[in-house]
């Protein structure tokens, strides 16, 4: 049974959409700037005007399918903390997880993901 107590607190900011398809993380990739933290990789690429959309991926060198499904959902969750009221409209993010992003206190993620948004220049 899910009631209002269960819902997470409302956040300041434009809310995120997802980049879901295989081409805009290739062009995040390729046309993009890159910031390395040790709990995650941050890639970013201008893009729509007025929309912040983010992707999730992580390699198989962090382990098993349980093992990079705990690392997404980690980066997941850090993101919907720290993305509205940390980053600008108008970008194309993907976040990359790492070993790290599995071990790293969750603190420390966002405090990562904060940092690698401020060196990209995506943080107002």
Known sequence: MSGSADRAPP????????????????RAAQRGRRAVRPG????????PEGTLRVGFTVTRKVGNAVMRNRARRRLKEAARLTL???????????LIGREGTLTRPFERLKDDLRGA???LGVAP
């Open 11 to 26: 956040h300041a900011g434009v809310p995120a959409l997802r980049l879901k398809k295989r081409r805009d993380f290739l």
């Open 40 to 47: 995650l990789v941050l890639q970013a690429v201008p893009g």
């Open 84 to 94: 509205p009221a940390a980053a600008t409209p108008g970008w194309d993010l993907v």
């Open 117 to 119: 948004l401020r060196q």
